[in-house]
């Protein structure tokens, strides 16, 4: 730094050369992340179904007032039970649609007789606050055909989903928009 | 190349709720309905995201270097607010892009989203050539600070430098867990989210309601002091050609703009020093920097004593700790009860889990002796920095802390002449401004282009 127009400029020079660098730098780390890891649609948040123990977290946790987790019926895993232990509590007075023998604590799920002597069961996803308090009674008795899942139509896919914090057993996944349900889907024998 | 479907071997692990009591039966006429799946929103959002993140950072580069437009600058930070805070919820973003990428460089089976990828670039290599536009008037996070900056004070230079070096230490604390796959701090501790979503933890809502309170008097508090792709913007607009300027032509050292911004960046030219005083600087610029290892060497050593605390946060880790003393638990404690719950429908043994938890507990010990050893590294280098002059004769911005904001545009008696406010700058300038008027001050680098 003899003369400070002489230092000046060479500093110059210096600030040209690391500018390239940094350049090619985050140019390189962007082209590598893009060439190795990069996809181009989204990846969204989604619940596996075999993990998840129905904690009644994503009730709570999710960012949203009315949670973008809801209950599904997976209806070709469905045994269309008359007692649906998803729809009933333990001991129901009577296999109705009376609220108090309803399990859901909102009413969310829609019991129809359809070819007898078989019931499908529907939710009503307005309804339904992912309470999994069905989903528990399902897979006790069932055939754990009712399941959390990711709803994609009300998930604002948080960069880091909140539940997913919040979920003791590690079931939120992140998947690749093009498939954006982990459904459980029964292979059923022919 | 791409590695999307990771998650699905998952669906294989053992379960135990798989059984089918029920088979499902054979109906004759009523037809087995679909089991809804709504689709997500068209992946076309993400492609215009990337196409607005490009248009915002042209238009605020041509506003703040080219327009030297303050107005302009925040209705665009005002647009942007609008657009990539409250219509597209704050996700995706180029702060908490950081994690992907770091997750993305130490785990190979991490696809990442086209779009994360260009929000993480983009803004950084527009820093590279006009410096921190992103933060001017497109980050949804400076554009709400911004907004809200009102009566904004200066703070000591002092506490402006300690607590810059902040988000350094954020961000390698939010790499450490986005890398290891524990967490994303910057996600789970971003203060406006929860205003762009309009919903969100009471925590966060008051976090952020605090931040943008004390935004009103101390302006940008996050950005400057926490946001630590803010800190990455502001070491490559170091290297910028085109920095953003005080005035649009020469410094006539006024000093009418010396305490124009709020955020501390302008740096008044430095008092030539004495040849004695020089070498004393010099002597003690070569203790400082001789000092760096030393501080690297302290903060691994440091860091790495505290790496169970750091795994704590880790899943694995806490489980095990649960699996290990399942006596212990608080019957409160829903989360590790649950967990526990979890852990035995998954049907694996606890040993499984502890040797996952070694594992990690391993990986810890290297990424905290890391953390600390660049948390050392900050130290020093700010230290270092701190005694470091560089010989200039105008009036500028300090591109590590300037956001482009343009509030000292107005400032400076040049500018108001470009505007036609004034006719020359004598009306301005303060009785007895020591500047010889009508010499043209030296321009500090022959080649620089404004
Ligand atoms: S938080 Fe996890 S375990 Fe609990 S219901 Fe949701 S996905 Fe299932
Ligand atoms: S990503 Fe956000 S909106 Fe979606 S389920 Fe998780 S917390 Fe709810
Ligand atoms: S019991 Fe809970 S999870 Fe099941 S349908 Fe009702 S609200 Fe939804
Ligand atoms: S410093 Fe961070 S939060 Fe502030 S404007 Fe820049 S990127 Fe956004």
């Known amino acids: 730094m003899a003369s400070p127009g002489k230092g000046v400029s060479r500093r110059e020079i210096l600030r040209d050369g690391l500018q390239m660098a940094a350049l090619v730098g985050a140019g390189g780390l962007g082209g590598y992340l893009l060439g190795n890891h990069g996809q181009g649609d989204d990846m969204l948040w989604q619940i596996d179904p075999y993990k998840c123990i129905a904690c009644g977290n994503c009730g709570t946790h999710c960012v949203l007032q009315d949670s973008a987790v809801k209950c599904v019926n997976d209806f070709s895993m469905c045994g269309y039970c008359d007692l649906c232990t998803g729809y009933f509590p333990p001991e129901p007075a009577a296999l109705n649609t009376a609220a108090e023998n309803q399990l859901c604590p909102t009413g969310a799920i829609v019991r129809r007789a359809v070819e007898e002597p078989y019931y499908e069961y529907t939710i009503d996803e307005d309804l339904c606050i992912a309470c999994g308090k069905c989903v528990v009674g399902c897979a006790a008795f069932g055939n754990a055909s009712l399941y959390l899942q990711v709803r994609h139509d009300r998930c604002v896919n948080c960069h880091q989903c909140s539940i997913a914090i919040a979920c003791p057993s590690q079931a939120f996944v992140r998947v690749p928009g093009s498939q954006p349900y982990l459904l459980k889907q029964r292979i059923r024998p022919k | ?450």
């Open chain 2, 1 to 450: 190349m791409v590695l999307t479907l990771a998650a699905l071997p998952l669906l294989c692990g053992g379960s135990a709720s798989g059984e089918e009591r029920f088979p499902p039966p054979d109906f004759t006429y009523h037809k087995m309905p679909e089991t809804p799946v709504p689709p997500p929103p068209s992946p076309l959002w993400e492609y215009a995201d990337t196409a607005a993140l490009l248009a915002a950072l042209a238009l605020a580069t041509y506003l703040a270097l080219g327009r030297r437009s303050r107005n302009g600058l925040l209705i665009l930070a005002a647009v942007s607010l609008l657009w990539f805070g409250f219509r597209r919820e704050g996700c995706v973003c180029s702060i908490g892009a950081i994690q992907d990428v770091a997750e993305a460089v130490f785990n190979a089976h991490r696809a990442v989203p086209g779009t994360v990828i260009v929000f993480f670039t983009l803004p950084i290599v527009f820093a590279l050539f006009f410096g921190r536009v992103f933060c001017a008037a497109v980050c949804p996070l400076g554009a709400i600070q911004e907004l809200a900056a009102i009566r904004p004070q200066r703070i000591p230079l002092w506490l402006e430098h300690t607590l810059g070096i902040v988000p350094w230490v954020y961000l390698g604390v939010a790499v450490l867990y986005a890398a290891g796959g524990t967490a994303y701090v910057i996600c789970e501790y971003d203060p406006f989210v929860a205003f762009f979503r309009r919903s969100g933890a009471a925590s966060m809502l008051i976090f952020g309601a605090c931040l943008l309170v004390i935004g009103i008097f101390i302006g940008r508090p996050y950005c400057r002091f926490l946001c630590p792709y803010g800190a990455i913007l502001g070491l490559a607009s170091k290297l910028a050609r085109w920095h953003v300027r005080i005035p649009p032509t020469n410094c006539i050292r006024c000093r009418l703009c010396e305490e124009a911004c709020p955020y501390g960046a302008i740096v008044s030219p430095p008092a030539p020093l004495a040849p004695a005083e020089r070498r004393k600087a010099r002597r003690r610029l070569a203790l400082f920097l001789a000092a760096v290892p030393v501080w690297i060497a302290l903060g691994a050593v440091v860091g790495r004593m505290t790496h169970a605390t750091l795994a704590r946060m880790d899943y694995q880790v806490r489980l095990a700790g649960w699996l290990a003393a399942e006596k212990d638990i608080d019957p409160n404690d829903k989360l590790a009860l649950d967990a526990v719950r979890a852990f035995r429908n998954t049907g694996q043994s606890p040993a499984e889990v502890f040797s996952a938890a070694a594992a990690r507990l391993e990986t810890f010990r290297t990424g905290a002796t890391l953390l600390g050893a660049w948390i050392g590294l900050v130290v020093g280098l700010k230290l270092t920095q701190l005694c470091t002059r560089t010989p200039r004769d105008d009036y500028h911005p300090d591109p590590r802390r300037c956001v482009a904001c343009g509030r000292c545009f107005w400032y400076c008696p040049e500018e108001q002449v470009r505007r036609g406010w004034i006719q020359s700058v004598e009306a301005v300038l303060p009785q007895g401004t020591p500047v010889p008027l009508n010499t043209v001050a030296r321009r500090d680098s022959p080649g620089e282009k404004t």
